[in-house]
Each structure stands twice: as C-alpha cells, then as structure tokens.
C-alpha cells in the first residue's frame, strides 16, 4: 500500500517534469516562429506600406516555421505603429495548444502556449557606399569612417568582399542579396543580408535635371567657340581639339554655368583651376589623364572650394549622343568640393537644379551605356592627392572607383557619397569620410529589421 502511494506521487513528479520541459520547448519554438514572423510582417510593411501586405507576409513565415493557422493554432496580426511610435510595426500573437504527454493520466484539459512579439525597421546609420543593382566588389584595401557600405543588389554576390575594410563604421547590409564573403571585414558590427532596401535620396534627380536640360539645349548654339557676347552660358574649351596640355588654365567668373559639347583632356603637367558653378557636358566626356585640377574661389588664388562653395559636374546626353564617360587617370591629382547649394554658385539656372545640392558628378542613366568591368563608364583612380568630396550618382553606370585614401575623417564637413548601379573598388584603396560629416550632401540611409524592445 505504501509502494503504490508513493509510487503514484512519483509519476505526477515525473509527469510534471516532462510536461514542462516540453511547454518549454514548444514555448521557444512558438516564440521563436512569432519573431519571424513579424519581422517578416515588418519588413513587408516598410517595403509596400500596406498593412495587408505585412499580413500576408506575417502569416506566411508563421506557416513556415510550423505555426499556421489552424490545427490548434491561432496568428494574430496587428497593427502597433502607433504603441510603438514607428510607421512599420507589426505585432504577431500566436497562440498554440500543446498535445499532452502524461498529463491525460490526471487532467483532460489541453494546454496551450500564447507568445507575442513585435518587428519594426529601423534606420541604422549613413551609408557612404550604395550599389542599386550590379552589386559591390570590395577588392583593394578601405578605410570607411561612421558610415555603411550597402548594396540593394539580388543575387548571392550583392557584396563581394576580396580584400578587407577597416574604420569605425558597419559595414555589409544587403537587401535580396547575400555577402558570403563578408568574414574578412573587419567593423564595429557584423554584417546583415536579407535586410530592408536602403533608400535612395538621389533617384527623383533624373526627371528633374533632364527636363532642364531639355529647355537648355535648344538655347545653345553650338558652333559658338567663344559665345556670343551677352548669353547666359560659357561654351569652352576654347581650344578646338578640347585638350589641356603643359601650361595652366584658370576659369573667369560671371557664367552661371559652363557648357561642352566636345570631350575635354586633360593630360600631365597641367594645372586647371575651376571656379564655383555648374559644369555641363552635353554628349561629351570628361578625361582627367594626368596633371591637377583644382576648384578655386579665385580663377587664380589660393583660396580652395569648401563646404558653401564649389562645382557640380553633369555629364548629360547632347542632341544625338548618350552621355560621356568620366576618367580621373591614376596620374592626376583632382582636388574638387561640390557645393552645399548650387544656386550660391550658379544663381540663375534652371528650377529643377536644386535637386543637385550637395552634388559633385551626376551622370543621368541611359539603355545600354553604363559600361562594365572592361569599360567603365566612369572610371576614377587618381593619385594619393585626388581628394573627391561631395555627392555622386551613376544611376545606370559601372563605376570603378579609388580615391580619397588617407582623406583626413576629421577635416570639417568632408562628405563621400557614392551611389551606382555597380560599384568596384578594386584598383587602389579607397577612403570614406561621412556619416555625422555629410552635413550638406543627401546620404542614403541604411534600415534594418529589428524585434521592438
């Protein structure tokens, strides 16, 4: 009698303990499905800004994860962008009985497990470094300062990592795509793939600018090598074959803008000083070969472009040609600043401009001329003196890029922003200076899916 009383206590001891170390485990799991699953909603979300949308997305990676709806299973999605102050906050209840092992020898209740949880998308910081499309190859050395080398491109290589990236920045986020090889990056943080595309502050630039230059265009004249006296634009170089060879050259002042319509070269042991304004070349490229170029406030001081003052560079299709290509040579030392407002520099160009504040190449997108790894449609280099600082956007280009190694991070409001359909920096090592620096120039902004705290 007192073996079978006792004996009947120690199975409800052992029965108690299985049963909650597996109300436990499915408690985890559940949670765990939950996470997913607004995360999932979140991101959904953020991207279309519908909440059936998020829904949808919710309830399909609770599914997957094993917790669909039905079968002693209830999801519960909702809205929480009010509770939680952020316009993409999802919250997932699911709700799961749990079939009972030994507990039926002393209940016939069915236990059950309900969890919650709460995604969001946050902004995580500035990205210096934005490939849309093509993806982004990290092949030569990088310094990055406070910034995010991103890639919105799909595929298993949206960031390829060759050679490594050091500074005090976060580095890899990817969107569709994956980064593999993001082991050799050495960061504050590790890097993220599958994450919320990162925004473009750029893209409404082409409507824009190009419905401006289609009003300028049929203003030029040109066979007009100088302009005729009294019109509102400078056609130059005056030389016909547009090359700059073995002397110096010093723009004049008093244009609001500057217009090519054939390549301009500028080969070794050349100085070009520019002045503040805006720089167009119409069907024609701009070939830095060799020598320096340099923005001045005087055409011949000593006083350097800075953050109020500087140049914007377009390269835009002529009447019957696709835009130039944009080389700053391994030989040439280019030392230019866009301006933090283009109307300070170019006072009475078209509306549409100001879309270019903080701008220092654009370069409108086209069908098929964006080049590629044997042909870059911009491809910039220069010397350990190219010191690029302010905005630039490729929409459509392959862009190869090293510039700007040992730029001083802390040299007022220095600002590096590269934006590009493919970005490849694998010729020399490259530095970044943004982040809380990019004071007048628009950056992109990385966003990351996160459980609300």
Not at 318 to 331: A, E, F, S, Y
Not at 383 to 400: D, E, I, K, Q
Request: glycine letters at 12%; a negative charge.
């Amino acid at each position: 009698m007192l073996f079978g009383a006792t004996a009947l206590l120690l199975i409800g001891f052992v029965a108690l303990g299985t049963e909650a170390g597996n109300w436990y485990a499915v408690n985890a799991t559940v949670q765990h499905a939950a996470d997913a699953a607004a995360m999932a909603g979140a991101a959904a979300r953020s991207a279309s800004g519908n909440m059936a949308v998020a829904t949808a997305a919710a309830r399909q990676a609770a599914q997957f994860n094993g917790y669909g709806d039905g079968g002693g299973t209830i999801v519960t999605v909702t809205d929480a962008s009010t509770a939680y102050a952020n316009s993409s906050a999802v919250r997932v209840q699911i709700e799961a009985s749990i079939a009972p092992i030994l507990l039926t020898l002393f209940s016939s209740a069915t236990p059950a497990v309900k969890v919650a949880a709460v995604g969001v998308v946050k902004d995580i910081g500035p990205a210096c470094l934005l490939a849309t499309s093509g993806g982004l190859t990290i092949g030569a050395n990088q310094h990055s300062y406070s910034c995010i080398y991103a890639s919105n491109a799909a595929g298993a290589d949206s960031i390829r990592v060759l050679s490594s990236v050091t500074g005090d920045g976060v580095y890899g986020y990817t969107t569709v795509g994956t980064c593999p090889t993001c082991g050799t990056l050495y960061s504050d943080r590790p890097a993220a793939a599958y994450q919320p595309s990162t925004t473009n502050p750029y893209k409404d630039i082409y409507n824009g600018v190009s419905a401006a230059l289609a009003e300028l265009r049929p203003t030029i004249d040109y066979e007009a090598v100088p302009p005729p006296s009294g019109s509102d634009y400078a056609l130059v170089p005056v030389t016909a074959a547009g090359e700059f060879n073995g002397t110096t050259y010093a723009w004049q002042t008093g244009r609001p803008l500057y217009v090519y319509t054939s390549d301009v070269v500028i080969n070794a042991n050349t100085t070009v000083t520019l002045v503040p304004g805006l720089y167009i070349f119409l069907g024609a490229s701009l070939r830095i070969e060799g020598g320096r170029v340099q923005c001045m406030k005087q055409p011949q001081g000593t006083v350097p472009c800075d953050a109020a003052d500087g140049v914007t560079i377009i390269l835009a299709a002529g009447q019957m040609t696709d835009p130039g290509r944009l080389v700053i040579g391994p030989g040439a030392e280019v030392a230019l600043h866009s301006p933090a407002t283009l109307l300070a520099v170019a006072p009475n160009v078209p509306s549409p401009y100001p879309l270019l504040n903080g701008m220092l190449f654009y370069r409108p997108a086209t069908v098929d001329q964006g080049g590629d790894a044997g042909n870059p449609a911009v491809d910039i280099s220069g010397s350990a003196g190219t010191h690029l600082l302010g905005g630039m956007y490729f929409p459509n280009a392959y862009v190869r890029y090293g510039a700007n190694y040992g730029q001083d991070p802390d040299a007022g409001s220095s600002c590096v922003v590269l934006v590009a359909a493919t970005i490849d920096l694998t010729t020399t090592p490259s530095s970044f200076p943004s982040g809380s620096q990019c004071t007048t120039t628009p950056t992109p902004r990385v966003r990351a899916v996160r459980l609300a705290g």
